[in-house]
């Protein structure tokens, strides 16, 4: 099993800053694929961005130029820095995590999520 925690959300303006984390723990032998969606009231859930454990990385269009996904390898743990918010950014943002242990074959794993409010 993986656990994913998340942090990092909360209330922010428009065109203000947040950074979202979430760290991966449990009995993993690997992470592949790590990302980030969002899902608003009456919404379907949808990719935010996602990064592969080289680096690579790709995002919804809506995000780009704004947003940037980062991981640290060796923590276990994917960054989201999210600049010049706006209110359509509002929603549960949800941790993925594509990973192998020793318990389980691969599987993707999501963390509980953590809210983001852009609200003047």
């Known amino acids: 099993q993986v656990q994913l925690v998340e942090s990092g959300g909360g209330l922010v303006q428009p065109g203000g800053s947040l950074r979202l984390s979430c760290e991966a723990s449990g009995s993993i032998i690997q992470l592949f694929d790590m990302g980030w969606y969002r899902q608003a009231p009456g919404e379907q859930r949808e990719l935010v961005a996602e990064?592969?454990?080289?680096?690579?990385?790709n995002y919804r269009d809506s995000g780009k130029g704004r947003f940037t996904i980062s991981r640290d390898n060796a923590k276990n743990t994917v960054y989201l820095q999210m600049n010049s918010l706006k209110p359509e950014d509002t929603a549960v943002y949800y941790c993925n995590a594509d990973a192998l242990t020793y318990k389980l074959p691969r599987y993707r794993y999501w963390g509980q999520g953590t809210q983001v409010t852009v609200s003047s």
């Open positions: 990064i592969g454990r080289d680096g690579s990385s």
